[in-house]
């Protein structure tokens, strides 16, 4: 079974500042998908990014970036110029690739709070 | 967005009553699930179904029963709802050979 862990239950950030979510996870497999999902005071919730297991190289979308350290099974999230509207619990997530049924293994959650 | 809609947004019952929550989906996608959020514990999948009366139990599926008779719905059932059952219920679906879900908008469930 996988377990996907976020140590940090709180963080806070300036605007306009840079902060990093942290994410590891525990798994055997070698092929799988991780995600960073945001879900703002609406309860909706975000795809931010995902990263492939096999490339090497880190997914970015615009102001978001992620370190994968695929030895390490670390999945840490960037995000850049931070703003208010960033202000949201983020989620890490594991999927296994294959016979899974794309099912997500979920963190417990980071609560990020951009004050201006 | 994605095409799916929970039902009720809200709901509180009491204790020992059977309480259904509906996921229906447009986009004709295999794939749904059934997870619920607390605190401190992030998203915990509680059922998942592959298919018209194919379903199977997630990690913490212990009182409760889902059906899928159609495509578009999936329904989770709390036969005999208990305190410890109070949390938000997402439905999630996912088409076939793509790694993204799409999340409905949830329910918030009290159970007194």
């Known amino acids: 079974a996988q377990t996907v862990t976020q140590s940090q239950p709180e963080m806070s950030v300036q605007e306009a500042e840079t902060v990093t979510l942290s994410c590891t996870y525990d798994?055997?497999?070698?092929?799988?998908?991780l995600f960073w999902y945001k879900q703002p005071p609406s309860r909706q919730m975000i795809l931010v990014i995902r990263?492939?297991?096999?490339?090497?190289q880190n997914a970015t979308e615009n102001r978001f970036s992620v370190n994968f350290q695929k030895a390490a099974k670390s999945f840490s999230l960037k995000i850049s110029d931070s703003q208010l509207g960033d202000t949201a619990m983020y989620f890490c997530?594991?999927?296994?690739?294959?016979?899974?049924?794309?099912?997500?293994?979920f963190g417990q959650g980071t609560i990020l709070t951009v004050h201006p | 967005d994605a095409g799916i809609t929970q039902s009720p947004r809200h709901k509180v019952t009491e204790t020992g009553t059977p309480v259904t929550l509906r996921c229906h989906q447009t986009?004709?996608?295999?794939?749904m699930y059934w997870y619920r959020q607390d605190p401190g514990h992030g998203l915990r999948l509680i059922h998942y179904?592959?298919?018209?009366?194919?379903?199977d139990k997630g990690e913490v599926s212990d009182g409760y029963s889902v059906s899928r008779s159609k495509t578009e719905d999936f329904l989770l059932t709390l036969e005999s709802a208990t305190s410890s059952q109070t949390s938000v219920y997402f439905c999630?679906?996912?088409?076939?050979?793509?790694?993204?879900?799409?999340f409905g908008s949830g329910t918030q469930l009290s159970v007194l």
């Open positions: 999630a679906i996912r088409g076939q050979g793509g790694e993204k879900l799409f």
């Open positions: 798994t055997s497999e070698n092929n799988y998908y």
């Open positions: 990263q492939e297991a096999y490339k090497q």
């Open positions: 997530a594991f999927m296994k690739v294959g016979t899974s049924y794309g099912k997500l293994t």
């Open positions: 986009e004709n996608h295999r794939y």
């Open positions: 179904s592959y298919g018209v009366k194919d379903t």
